[in-house]
């Protein structure tokens, strides 16, 4: 019963997907027309990038205990954030697990939908921009956000493709995934609003807000008209021959 309802949460919810795919390309947009696509930000961003899928493409496997690290510890966060006892916590080569006095969807999710070496990286830059402004320049910075948020991307897909994940089962495959990729998307959107001097927090929600209704209203005119041509004008058309 829970997963068909979930299922159901996610089919209601795919239309969000295209919505945050196209606020996110639309602040993209809005950010590099106010500024030189090739900055040196987002150069090095880019190339940050570029070296983390080279480093898991040569060496992948060197790196999967370091994923493994983030994923256990973001399953042990998630609990304690929502008030469940962490009894053991076990990290090895090969896999990991978390023994927890609960468990929820946050909680189980959670390492699919958080970059945990990026948050740790972007909290370690706002303490020593407010206490120390300008100890390291912002490209240093934006090599590293790129590294860690592919890291993430990379090591996150590994995780749901090569192996077969228990976590994604307890709550329907199909519902997890969207789930995972609505939270990466929203973690996309509000990295562009706090990198970017011309995209706000305020313009975002609008657009979100808008965005959302008008893709909706699509969706429903668009099953209106072909619940129309099914139930309706086919019986209509029946009854005239008769």
Same mark, same amino acid.
């Given at each position: 019963m829970k997963k068909a &309802?979930? $299922? !159901? /949460?996610?089919m209601i919810g795919v239309p969000l *997907?295209?919505?945050?795919?196209?606020?996110?390309?639309?602040?993209l947009a809005i950010d590099t027309l106010n500024e030189p696509f090739f900055s040196r930000g987002r150069v090095c961003f880019i190339?940050?990038? /570029?070296?983390? @899928?080279?480093?898991? +493409?040569?060496?992948? %496997?060197?790196?999967?205990? /370091?994923? +493994?690290?983030?994923?256990?510890? @973001?399953h042990a966060v998630a609990g304690l954030c929502? $008030? #469940? =006892?962490?009894? =053991?916590? #076990? +990290? =090895?080569? @090969?896999?990991?697990?978390?023994?927890?006095s609960k468990s929820n969807l946050l909680i189980t999710l959670a390492p699919y939908c958080v970059p945990f070496y990026l948050l740790i990286a972007v909290l370690i830059y706002g303490i020593l921009q407010y206490f120390v402004p300008g100890v390291l320049p912002f490209? *240093?910075?934006?090599?590293?956000?790129?590294?860690?948020?592919?890291?993430?991307v990379w090591y996150t897909a590994n995780a !749901?493709? %090569? /192996? %077969?994940?228990?976590? @994604?089962?307890?709550?329907?495959? &199909? &519902? #997890?995934?969207?789930? +995972?990729? *609505?939270?990466?998307?929203? &973690?996309a959107l509000a990295a562009v609003v706090v990198t970017s001097p011309t995209v706000t927090a305020r313009g975002q929600g609008k657009r979100l807000v808008v965005t959302t209704q008008s893709v909706y209203v699509g969706v429903y005119e668009t099953l209106r008209g072909v619940t129309y041509r099914v139930f309706v004008r086919d019986h209509e058309s029946e009854r005239k021959q008769k």
């Open positions: &309802f979930l $299922f !159901l /949460v996610a *997907v295209w919505v945050l795919v196209r606020c996110l390309l639309e602040a190339a940050g990038c /570029v070296a983390m @899928t080279l480093l898991y +493409i040569w060496k992948g %496997s060197a790196l999967q205990v /370091v994923y +493994i690290f983030a994923h256990e510890m @973001t929502c $008030f #469940s =006892k962490v009894y =053991k916590v #076990s +990290i =090895k080569t @090969t896999g990991g697990f978390v023994q927890l490209e *240093v910075w934006a090599g590293l956000f790129g590294v860690l948020a592919t890291f993430h !749901l493709f %090569s /192996v %077969s994940q228990p976590d @994604t089962h307890e709550y329907g495959r &199909f &519902f #997890s995934w969207w789930f +995972i990729v *609505v939270a990466n998307l929203l &973690f």
